[in-house]
């Protein structure tokens, strides 16, 4: 488990599910600007940004290109990270074929599985969420195709602009990929991932669950001291987590 102690009067962000770049890059650039909004909002009191996934509607990295646009994010990104702020990156089912432009570039870390954080004495269990409990079947099945090595091999030799625009008319059009089924509340007892939490609960306390993949801003008891707080998204919500040193509250950006 990873200690991090957060200076006087600096705070903890976590945001998830903005897929830039869907369903254009023209229509996605509000939400952007938005987005980029928010970081420069949180730049002051930022001690941790933790980004839960899918910031992309699809990412991948050849060895010297990677998909065109998203400057201003990638800009701001770079700002905050040079300033000294920890960027925390979760990759997610739209953009897991991350191989060391974020860690290069800007200095941030990406992380494939779940981890754990001990935050001022609150632990922490955080992940993207996708492929976790005992559903989502279907997505663990492709995502075993998406991270097979002979698969990605056949991809990168796909000229980009093909690469890039099957990716994207898959990642719109299949509902497996694009989360549309992610997005509808299955109530406290049948969703997944509050399963998976309270199994995780099993062997080892956590004070706060914290994914997103889900599309949906949720927070949910486990027990008496522990919480599942999913994050929304980008997209329809604006929402976002807040932990001051002591307490979580999920928060909408207006």
Not at 92 to 106: Q, T
Not at 186 to 193: A, F, I, T
Request: glycine residues 8%; contains cysteine.
């Amino acid at each position: 488990m990873t200690n991090i102690e957060l200076p006087a009067g600096k705070k903890v962000y976590f945001a998830s599910d903005n897929h830039l770049g869907a369903p254009t890059m023209k229509e996605s650039r509000v939400r952007e600007l938005k987005f980029v909004r928010w970081l420069d909002t949180i730049k002051s009191d930022a001690g941790v940004i933790f980004l839960m996934g899918d910031l992309f509607d699809f990412w991948f990295e050849y060895k010297t290109v990677i998909p065109k646009g998203f400057t201003r994010t990638l800009g701001k990104l770079a700002e905050l990270s040079d300033a000294g702020i920890q960027i925390h990156y979760f990759v997610g089912n739209h953009d897991l074929w991350m191989n060391g432009y974020f860690e290069e570039e800007l200095n941030i870390p990406v992380y494939h599985k779940p981890q754990q954080y001990n935050i001022n004495g609150t632990s922490f269990f955080l992940g993207h969420g996708d492929g976790l409990g005992p559903d989502d079947k279907g997505f663990k099945r492709m995502k075993k195709v998406f991270t097979n090595p002979v698969a990605k091999w056949f991809f990168k030799w796909l000229h980009p602009d093909l690469g890039v625009r099957l990716a994207k008319h898959l990642s719109v059009s299949n509902k497996l990929i694009s989360g549309d089924d992610d997005a509808k509340f299955l109530g406290n007892d049948k969703e997944w991932l509050v399963q998976y939490c309270k199994r995780k609960l099993e062997t080892q306390h956590y004070d706060h669950f914290i994914f997103g993949h889900r599309h949906l801003p949720l927070e949910i008891p486990l027990n008496e001291n522990s919480t599942y707080t999913n994050l929304g998204d980008w997209i329809n919500y604006y929402t976002y987590a807040e932990f001051n040193g002591s307490a979580l509250s999920l928060k909408e950006f207006n």
